[in-house]
């Protein structure tokens, strides 16, 4: 195979070439040699000095008697075969190359049309058996960086030859524009608008007796006319199916659209179910009741909501359910003040209700990922207190700082609940192992696909690579769409399947409950643990409401996270405040710097010709 490329200097400025023409005429000899002359046109733009020529040769060939002229100029051999390097005007090197040789010759041309010929003996290329002699020459390489305008090609019999079935002509690949006819002395090919790096072939077989000798060619026994026939009738028709078979997906748009969904979903939807079936899908319970009217277990409220949903990711109500837990339990004291807030752009001013928080009992005790919350507050109230409106203005003063304890919170809590082993995730191996699997089939089949293919006349085979490949990738960004919902491939065991459903009944009842006839809560403890945990659920305000119409004065009085408005209204407090606003302010004040917080032609495929190459200039 040829390596070739277009060369340039470091200095590139509007410099380039064209190749609107090429003519190569084959004489074969009588002892089976043949004798090229490759005229080669160029159109400069720029200053170029020199240009070269690759070509392949395979075991048993070999190239001699090089020659480079431009019309009645012959250039003088001897010179130096470095691309890109300097050499006298008029002259040529040949140097041997990886699997072939390389011609260089230099010139001097400005912004003009020049035509070099090379010419050269090619011995071995043909091929002599019993019955014919097979000739498959690459009259235009695939390491030609330009495509040609127009080809030209012509191949001289040794002696002239009857227009028999043992004397054919072909030209391939199939899909490159041109024509290929024969007479007694002579075969033709013309061929135009070649892409780059694009071969075209120019095949010839004759009868062996027009040979003398068969010196310059290669010599194998057998009879070779049917096979060769076979090859060429085979590719053929091989193309003209590849057509056909694209043709008709292109006709049926709709079957072959519902096709490539099936093989680009279907898969992956196939393991999800079972993924979701086998280790997703929770298992049944005895439990049966439509409500709980107090917490179920003293699990934490920074804890539950991650049991109820499923995913372990705990977040800005999860910490500020936490604060008020702390509240609650003493850690720190919450006095009822009345914050001054401005409305209407400035113009008036309300009261609202607001908390001054400061700290009380330091000895109360807290788990491992309560004190990363204790420290963020501990921080902003100091020793004078804080309100809790001026939290998140606090916060954000030393945003690097406090947002490392909200990491360290959100770990904390996470490796809380893996402590618990509430879940089972196996499911997730099935699917990344499946991800895996897709992801690495779609590389290979696009790579294959896409490196294989030909613009101008794909393979069928290629479409269908590429085709798969692009279903694999698609399987691929299913698994890993499903890879991050946890409900299809976690459960609960039956411990913490139970567990969830008991509390899943209690946050159930937070939000119906302002609405029931029950009784309503008793004691003054079970009221705050019910805001807490309505905080840690996002449905305070339920809870707020429901204090509002049932809870009696006497308790309210009592209550550090409960407290009367300055309208009067019984529990509506932090509503003024807004708990809702509360929590998203300390997810965005929490949040790392700098973080928004959000989200008669040629037929056949050739391949098998000899020669060929290509070359380049600068």
């Known amino acids: 195979m040829l390596a070739a490329a277009l060369l340039a200097p470091a200095t590139a400025a509007a410099k380039s070439y064209s190749l609107p023409a090429a003519e190569v005429a084959v004489e074969i000899r009588p002892d089976g040699a043949l004798l090229v002359r490759e005229h080669i046109t160029f159109d400069f733009a720029g200053d170029f000095s020199g240009a070269y020529r690759d070509i392949p040769i395979r075991e048993g060939e070999s190239i001699d008697d090089v020659s480079v002229s431009e019309g009645s100029t012959v250039y003088r051999p001897g010179a130096n075969t470095e691309l890109g390097g300097f050499g006298l005007p008029d002259s040529f090197g040949v140097t041997e190359i990886d699997d072939g040789l390389r011609i260089v010759w230099h010139y001097r041309a400005v912004n003009e049309r020049r035509t070099f010929t090379i010419s050269y003996r090619f011995r071995g290329l043909a091929v002599a058996y019993d019955d014919v002699v097979d000739v498959n020459l690459r009259v235009w390489g695939e390491h030609w960086p330009e495509g040609l305008g127009s080809l030209t090609s012509s191949m001289q019999l040794p002696s002239r030859a009857e227009l028999s079935p043992s004397y054919r002509v072909w030209g391939s690949p199939a899909w490159v524009r041109g024509v290929v006819a024969r007479l007694p002395e002579t075969a033709t090919l013309r061929a135009s608008q070649v892409p780059p790096h694009q071969f075209v072939e120019f095949r010839v077989l004759f009868p062996r007796s027009l040979l003398t000798s068969t010196a310059g060619a290669q010599v194998r026994r057998g009879n070779a006319l049917d096979r ?42 196939g393991l999800m179910g ?34 109820v949903r499923q995913e372990i990711a705990p977040g800005s109500n999860e910490f500020t359910a936490t604060l008020f837990d702390l509240i609650r339990r003493g850690r720190y004291k919450a006095i009822p003040v009345t914050t001054e807030r401005p409305v209407w752009g400035g113009l008036r001013h309300e009261d609202v209700a607001d908390l001054q928080i400061t700290l009380a009992d330091a000895e109360v005790e807290m788990t491992p990922f309560e004190e990363p919350v204790a420290k963020v507050v501990d921080w902003v109230v100091d020793t004078e207190g804080e309100r809790l409106s001026q939290f998140r203005e606090e916060i954000e003063r030393d945003r690097e700082a406090n947002s490392k304890r909200f990491r360290s919170f959100k770990e904390g809590v ?71 919902r946890a409900p299809l491939w976690r459960r609960r065991t039956a411990v913490g399947q139970e567990e969830a459903q008991r ?3 209690f946050r159930r009842y937070l939000t119906d409950f302002p609405r029931l006839q029950e009784a309503p809560p008793a004691t003054l403890e079970l009221w705050e643990r019910y805001l807490v945990y309505g905080i840690a659920f996002g449905i305070a305000e339920r809870v707020l409401q429901g204090a509002h119409l049932q809870m009696p004065e006497e308790l309210h009085d009592q209550s550090s996270v409960y407290w009367i408005s300055p309208t009067g209204d019984l529990g509506s407090g932090p509503s003024s405040l807004g708990i809702a606003d509360l929590s998203s302010g300390f997810g965005a004040a929490l949040a790392p710097p700098g973080s928004s917080g959000g989200g008669g032609g040629f037929s056949g495929g050739g391949g098998g010709g000899g020669g060929g190459g290509g070359g380049g200039a600068w």
Not at 283 to 303: I, K, M, N, S, V
Not at 441 to 456: D, E, K, N, P, T
Request: proline letters at 5%; a neutral charge; glycine letters at 8%.
């Open 228 to 269: 060769i026939v076979a090859e060429e009738r085979a590719s053929q028709d091989n193309f003209a199916q590849d057509q056909k078979k694209i043709q008709e997906a292109k006709r049926h748009p709709g079957r072959t659209i519902s096709s490539l969904l099936l093989l680009g979903f279907g898969p992956a939807l």
């Open 274 to 307: 079972l993924v979701w079936l086998m280790n997703g899908r929770e298992r049944r319970t005895g439990y049966d009741r439509e409500y709980e009217q107090a917490p179920p277990t003293e699990t934490e409220p920074a804890l539950v909501p991650s049991l």
């Open 414 to 484: 996470s490796a809380a609940i893996e402590a618990r082993g509430w879940f089972l995730s196996r499911g997730l191996v099935w699917l990344l192992v499946g991800l895996g699997v897709f992801a690495l089939a779609a590389v290979v089949l696009l790579w294959v696909g896409i490196h294989g293919w030909r613009s101008a006349s794909p393979r069928w085979s290629d479409v269908v690579l590429v085709a798969l490949g692009a279903c694999a990738a698609a399987n691929a960004a299913a698994l890993l769409f499903a890879a991050t």
């Open 503 to 505: 509390w899943e009944a």
